[in-house]
């Protein structure tokens, strides 16, 4: 993974030389990493079924959830939204197919009428995930009202957003995602993409792998860091 993060950019090569330099990669890059099944070792995505990915998924949403609010309150954001990330990356298929329900749903997703819905929407259902860390109707109303805030005023009238399903998708390509998983605990405005296993143990040219990364890469240098945040809920900024 280190080898493919440097040779793309994603990881400065002046400054980060492989895992150890793991810890300082949000600092220097504005990168972090988490795990969907985190505290459960191993590197071969095949010896964890759906029954794990089930059990992981609370978990891991409450995760990115947590974050997301830890950084909006640092720049003042009163609806717990406005720090989330601006993109989040699964190094291989199985780990974002696995957040689906068993099952086709499809293909299509729940197309909601106005973004500011399916905003809402998508807080609603993290906040009622099992271990989610919104704890009170009232919390629960604000990261909705900054959901929706967002879709609404937050984002261009003509910006795709995506939409929410709880089905697995019929096929998952790498790049970026247009249908997320019911639940999903992010704003529809934080990107979500799919890119090759950096095991070597897959089978694919190094053009096959490389190529989705690049591209990460690419849309990441239009990224400025330090990230200049926006705050679309009228708080008041950090002090």
């Given at each position: 993974?280190?080898?493919?993060?440097?040779?793309?950019?994603?990881?400065?090569?002046?400054?980060?030389?492989?895992?150890?330099?793991?810890?300082?990669?949000?600092?220097?890059?504005?990168?972090?990493?988490?795990d969907?099944?985190?505290?459960s070792?191993g590197?071969?995505?095949?010896?964890?079924?759906?029954?794990?990915?089930?059990?992981?998924?609370?978990?891991?949403?409450?995760?990115?959830?947590?974050?997301?609010?830890?950084?909006?309150?640092?720049?003042?954001?009163?609806?717990g939204?406005?720090g989330?990330?601006?993109?989040v990356?699964?190094?291989?298929?199985?780990q974002?197919?696995?957040?689906?329900?068993?099952?086709?749903?499809?293909g299509?997703?729940?197309?909601?009428?106005?973004?500011?819905?399916?905003?809402?929407?998508?807080?609603?259902?993290?906040?009622?995930?099992?271990?989610?860390?919104?704890?009170?109707?009232?919390?629960?109303?604000?990261?909705?009202?900054?959901?929706a805030a967002?879709?609404a005023?937050?984002?261009?009238?003509?910006?795709?957003?995506?939409?929410?399903q709880a089905?697995?998708?019929?096929?998952?390509?790498?790049?970026?995602?247009?249908v997320?998983?019911?639940?999903?605990?992010?704003p529809?405005?934080?990107?979500?993409?799919?890119?090759?296993?950096?095991?070597?143990?897959?089978?694919?040219?190094?053009?096959?792998?490389?190529?989705?990364?690049?591209?990460?890469?690419?849309?990441?240098?239009?990224?400025?860091?330090?990230?200049?945040?926006?705050?679309?809920?009228?708080?008041?900024?950090?002090?």
């Amino acid at each position: 993974m280190w080898r493919i993060l440097r040779d793309t950019g994603i990881a400065p090569a002046a400054s980060i030389r492989g895992a150890e330099g793991d810890g300082r990669m949000p600092e220097v890059a504005g990168v972090g990493f988490t795990d969907v099944g985190s505290g459960s070792p191993g590197t071969d995505s095949s010896q964890f079924g759906a029954a794990h990915f089930t059990a992981w998924r609370p978990g891991f949403f409450s995760r990115l959830e947590a974050q997301t609010r830890r950084a909006s309150a640092a720049i003042g954001c009163t609806c717990g939204c406005c720090g989330a990330p601006a993109v989040v990356a699964f190094s291989g298929k199985k780990q974002f197919q696995e957040l689906f329900a068993a099952g086709n749903g499809g293909g299509r997703g729940r197309q909601k009428k106005a973004a500011g819905v399916a905003a809402a929407g998508a807080a609603a259902v993290a906040a009622a995930a099992e271990g989610s860390p919104v704890s009170s109707p009232e919390q629960a109303a604000a990261a909705a009202a900054g959901r929706a805030a967002e879709a609404a005023c937050g984002t261009e009238a003509a910006e795709r957003l995506p939409v929410l399903q709880a089905g697995r998708p019929a096929s998952i390509a790498t790049g970026r995602q247009w249908v997320l998983p019911e639940g999903w605990p992010l704003p529809l405005s934080t990107e979500v993409w799919v890119m090759t296993s950096t095991s070597g143990a897959a089978p694919m040219t190094r053009q096959q792998r490389y190529a989705p990364w690049q591209a990460l890469a690419e849309r990441l240098a239009r990224e400025p860091w330090p990230r200049q945040c926006q705050l679309r809920c009228g708080g008041t900024g950090a002090s």
